[in-house]
């Protein structure tokens, strides 16, 4: 290769090369990590750092007396945050348990407590 076509080469590989798509990480909870909470809240938000697939992604509750019924997850604001919907909760420490494949199939898991103070 002469010496003059490999800068070309490396310069047009670095122009036109798409940049790899992470995993969707956890930005933001709704409710907060952590926190208690006076009124209890209506539903689980979680914000990612990019979109998420809901068909391969969920969101599991679990409180004082068990598993929360909460339905499908479902996403908002072009696919970056995936919630579901809570019944009327009782006073008590919940945990939420979340498992995200981003849509580049990167799959991203976690877990987060929040309780609800009479």
Same mark, same amino acid.
Request: aromatic share 8%; glycine share 6%.
């Given at each position: 290769?002469n ?9 047009a590989?670095?122009?036109f ?12 909870a709704?409710?907060?990590? &952590? /926190?208690?909470?006076?009124q209890?809240p /209506?539903?689980?938000?979680?914000t990612f750092?990019?979109p998420v ?9 679990? &409180?004082?007396? &068990?598993?929360i ?9 072009d ?7 809570l ?6 420490t919940?945990?939420?348990v979340?498992?995200?494949? /981003? ?6 898991? &976690? /877990?987060?407590?929040?309780?609800v103070?009479?």
């Amino acid at each position: 290769m002469n010496r003059f076509f490999r800068p070309a080469v490396l310069a047009a590989v670095t122009l036109f090369a798409r940049p790899a798509l992470a995993h969707a990480f956890l930005t933001h909870a709704d409710p907060a990590v &952590g /926190s208690e909470q006076h009124q209890p809240p /209506s539903a689980v938000t979680i914000t990612f750092t990019e979109p998420v697939e809901p068909s391969f992604s969920t969101i599991g509750v679990t &409180g004082p007396n &068990g598993a929360i019924d909460t339905g499908a997850p479902h996403t908002l604001d072009d696919g970056q945050k995936l919630a579901v919907t809570l019944p009327k909760l009782a006073p008590g420490t919940y945990t939420v348990v979340w498992h995200a494949t /981003s849509v580049d199939t990167h799959k991203t898991e &976690g /877990s987060f407590t929040f309780t609800v103070v009479p």
